[in-house]
């Protein structure tokens, strides 16, 4: 037949993620008037276009994959570390001093650029730097020295009643503590004598009469703040209770507050991005702090990248295939599609984009030789796709004036072709192998 | 006949004869390949072997049994091989008829010299293969890179026959299914495009003249229902022309509307109650002499599906589950302070607005360019899908058609057919070919759009594959047609 067979897109042998929708809008039955943002807002930084709000690249990326994380190689999901460790009732991400160090020295060197003195800036970080106490544990090794926002200093002797003696936050009904109280339980005598941090410090999954209480007693300050687990040296006392609790020998985890936190945006490219905010009208792109028409951004794009109106043309035509198109930069062409999207499916085709007038006469953004074919044929047979050629037809009498608007896309159109090679030897003809 | 008298051949000694045919007709292994030249000696050794292998083994001379090789001679004039004596089995792919006579293209015979079955003579004296090429091969036969694929395929076992253009059958022709006349030479006998030789296999009422209009102007139509369509679109002309006066256009306009519609009432026939019948409507809107009685509802209830539905246990749920968030528009209060059908718009153009900052920010929908969708007004994915696709796909055989002829440098020279058809293939009805294909250099250019489409159009219904020669190593490569097809993935 004179038609490419299409061939199913292989799904990934271990997928993560669920499927949570096509684009990031709501459809009218739900989401619409909810407290959601039905428009979210991105950023002209430097000539790129980022989102800023962690929910808004929560929504921006999560459905439909739009953009890559500028600290990540696709999904923002950069982190300070790949540890964590639970402290009190969260978990916490666990890094080495050393690191904690370099993050103390980018926050001194950002206060010092923004003009403060030095004995300014030092006890600011003096203050910032002190541990913070894990929540319920008697404070011998750190005594409260004014950190922020940590308000424990009720006595811990919560063996006596059934109820625990604190104050407590949100004036929520506490939950009794059982173990250790000797009416319930039969081993308090044994409980009483154990040490009260190892206790504490050693995390017991789903133990009844585990410690639950403690969420509420010490909210965390300010939402901004970050906090870590260091990993310093021990002190000799200690060592012999943190061997007992399974930490390497010679380190103990202090909770310190991360004085420079390094926060990850979600960058677009233009195609993503014009998309977002012409066929979905999703999205609202400021620079300076006002918003762009639809108009400014076709103009801003078109300067800044060329053949911008041809690339979005075949970007918006794969989207409204229902395809995920992606950079294509990995493989030496313009887009990868995907079905779904990355987590789901290896990419199926991989797209060179060409543009051809009335006459179907082109080839004047790629022009290709045999043997620069050839070799992009072969690229992209090794990683198991196929080279797709995506020819965007505009009609001959579209102006130049047309061009400047966006409008002139419903006048565009895509022609797609497959390129493969035949291999003659009898036993292997390529286009049989299904 | 004795090797002697010809005048022509080396004879060849009977000890040299004897050697020739005990030679061991192996062809030697060549081994692992060696990635970098690492200069040692057993290197070396290895490598000087194995070339002398390959030099004497072509080197040899080829030896064929008088007796075998089929006489044939070459006709300069013509372009074409004679044959002398009988065909060989070669006959059943290759060659043609004529006058009773049979006959060889050059490349068949070239081909065939090459593989030594045909001894083609000039003048009375066998052609030597350099000979053949210098001689067989030009721009108005075959050229040189267009032989080396044919031969490349006629060695893998394709069946390789030259490219006829008037043997495409339209698409129009091929739903005919007429037999198809090959004149001598293969080509098939011209087919008059108007049809009207073959008149009695039409229906009297296509209009063959209309039919050939829409071909050649419009594009070619791939859908099988092409010839209904057709007929169709000449009926409805017709039909238009014929009542153009009283076309709906025609203005009345300028009168009053003929209907009151205060005095015209609607009843309600979704009332559970008793239901009275429907009054004869007034005479004067009748068109024409049309009289209507009372109309009775009952039995038209009747026949209305009121039974109710019986859902399966999960639709059930879902049922409820949508219900259980819907709310009636009858209980907002603010819909029910509105008295009629203006002021319940006007409060949802008030909400709108309210909502105005949040869904539809001014400076996206108040400006000149406006965005396709705005998020939360489309019911499903699908539809989604559908409001965004402003960018038409477009098929390769689309305004095909009207692309003047291309440049002689891209045109289809063989069909070729697989090797397994041998068996059933006749020269006379060989069938649809495998593929076609079009013959380029390496160095030359990649076809761009313009390309492809012509040659699609020429082509027909049989893909296309292009043969890229570099110095005698060939390569296919296919340019397909494709639709990504839409992905709703729900």
């Known amino acids: ?434 | 006949r004795e090797p002697e008298t010809e005048a022509s051949d080396v004879a060849l000694l009977p000890s040299e004869l004897f050697a020739a045919r005990s030679r061991c007709h192996r062809i030697p292994a060549r081994g692992q390949k060696d990635f970098l030249p690492d200069g040692s000696a057993l290197q070396r050794e290895r490598l000087e072997r194995s070339l002398e292998e390959h030099w004497s083994l072509v080197s040899e001379e080829r030896v064929e049994r008088l007796g075998a090789l089929v006489q044939a001679e070459w006709i300069p004039s013509k372009r074409v091989v004679e044959l002398r004596t009988p065909a060989g089995k070669f006959w059943q792919t290759m060659g043609f008829s004529e006058h009773g006579k049979q006959f060889l293209l050059p490349e068949e015979a070239l081909y065939l010299m090459e593989c030594g079955s045909v001894q083609v003579f000039l003048h009375g004296l066998p052609l030597s293969i350099q000979e053949g090429y210098e001689m067989f091969l030009s721009p108005s036969t075959v050229t040189l890179q267009q032989y080396e694929v044919f031969s490349h395929l006629k060695r893998l076992g394709y069946i390789v026959t030259r490219f006829e253009p008037s043997c495409v059958l339209s698409h129009y022709e091929r739903t005919l299914n007429l037999p198809v006349q090959r004149d001598r030479q293969g080509r098939a006998l011209k087919r008059k495009r108007n049809h009207e030789a073959k008149n009695q296999r039409f229906d009297p009422e296509n209009h063959p003249d209309s039919l050939t209009e829409e071909k050649d102007q419009g594009e070619v139509e791939d859908k099988p229902v092409a010839m209904e369509s057709t007929s169709d679109a000449v009926l409805a002309r017709n039909w238009w022309v014929d009542r153009s006066p009283r076309s709906p256009m025609s203005p009345t306009r300028s009168q009053a509307p003929r209907w009151d519609f205060f005095t015209i009432t609607f009843p309600d026939l979704g009332a559970r109650g008793p239901l009275s019948p429907l009054v004869a409507p007034d005479p004067t809107v009748l068109p024409g002499e049309l009289s209507v009685s009372e109309c009775e509802l009952t039995p038209w209830l009747q026949r209305l599906n009121l039974r109710k539905e019986r859902l399966s246990r999960r639709e059930q749920e879902r049922e409820q589950a949508r219900r259980r968030y819907q709310r009636s528009v009858n209980d907002d209060k603010e819909v029910r302070r509105c008295g009629n059908w203006a002021e319940y718009q006007e409060l949802l153009r008030r909400r709108r607005r309210h909502h105005g900052q949040r869904d539809r920010p001014p400076h996206l929908w108040e400006s000149t360019v406006k965005p396709l969708v705005q998020p939360g007004q489309h019911t499903s994915p699908g539809e989604l899908l559908d409001k965004i696709s402003i960018i038409k796909p477009s098929r390769l055989l689309d305004g095909a058609a009207r692309l003047e002829e291309g440049a002689d440098e891209w045109k289809i020279s063989f069909d070729v057919f697989q090797p397994d058809t041998v068996a059933e293939f006749k020269k006379s009805k060989p069938g649809k070919p495998y593929s076609r294909l079009c013959v380029c250099s390496f160095e030359g250019p990649v076809p761009d759009l313009r390309v492809l489409k012509q040659l699609a159009f020429q082509s027909g219904d049989i893909p296309v594959t292009f043969a890229v020669v570099d110095h005698g190593d060939i390569s296919f490569y296919c340019f397909k047609d494709f639709q990504l097809p839409t992905d709703v993935s729900h």
């Open chain 1, 1 to 434: 037949m004179t038609e490419a067979v299409f061939q199913a897109p292989k799904r990934r042998a271990r997928v993560y993620e669920s499927y949570e929708g096509p684009f990031p809008v709501p459809l009218c039955a739900d989401g619409a008037g909810g407290p959601e943002p039905l428009v979210y807002r991105a950023d002209v930084v430097n000539r790129h276009v980022v989102v800023r709000d962690p929910a808004h690249i929560g929504a921006v990326y999560g459905k439909g994959y739009f953009g890559k994380g500028v600290l990540s190689r696709s999904k923002p999901q950069h982190s300070i570390s790949e540890r964590f460790q639970r402290f009190g009732d969260q978990r916490l991400p666990v890094i080495s001093s050393s690191k904690y160090e370099q993050h103390v020295n980018w926050a001194r060197e950002l206060l010092l650029a923004q003009g403060l003195d030095e004995d300014v800036v030092d006890e600011m970080l003096q203050k910032c730097v002190q541990p913070v106490p894990e929540v319920g544990v008697e404070e011998e090794e750190e005594e409260g020295e004014g950190q922020e926002g940590v308000t424990c200093s009720e006595d811990r002797s919560a063996s006596t009643g059934p109820l625990p003696p604190c104050g407590l936050s949100d004036g929520e009904r506490p939950k009794p503590r059982r173990q250790g109280d000797p009416r319930y339980d039969p081993l308090a005598e044994l409980h009483e004598r154990m040490d009260r941090e190892t206790v504490d410090g050693t995390h017991f999954s789903r133990h009844d009469g585990r410690v639950e209480q403690e969420d509420r007693r010490c909210p965390l300050p300010s939402a901004g703040c970050q906090y870590v687990l260091v990993e310093e040296e021990a002190e000799r006392h200690e060592q012999a209770a943190l061997e007992t609790n399974g930490h390497r020998s010679g380190v103990r985890l202090v909770c310190r507050i991360n004085p420079f936190q390094v926060i990850e945006y979600l960058q677009l490219s233009p195609e993503e991005a014009f998309f977002l905010v012409y066929a979905l009208g999703c999205l609202s792109i400021y620079y300076n702090e006002e918003p762009l028409t639809i108009a400014n951004l076709w103009e801003m794009f078109c300067s800044a990248q060329p053949n911008f109106d041809t690339t979005y043309a075949a970007y918006h035509y794969f989207r409204s295939k229902g395809w995920v198109p992606k950079t294509g930069v990995k493989y030496g062409t313009d887009f990868l599609l995907y079905r779904k999207g990355p987590p789901f499916y290896h990419a199926s085709y991989s797209v060179v984009v060409e543009k051809v007038d009335g006459s179907f006469r082109g080839a004047t953004l790629r022009p290709f030789t045999w043997r620069s074919l050839a070799a992009l044929n072969r690229i992209t047979g090794n990683v198991s796709k196929e080279l797709m050629l995506c020819y965007v037809i505009s009609p001959p009498d579209l102006s130049a004036e047309e061009r400047r608007s966006p409008e002139c896309m419903k006048r565009l159109k895509v022609q797609e072709i497959i390129v493969s090679r035949w291999v003659s030897s009898r036993e292997r003809t390529e286009q049989e192998e299904i």
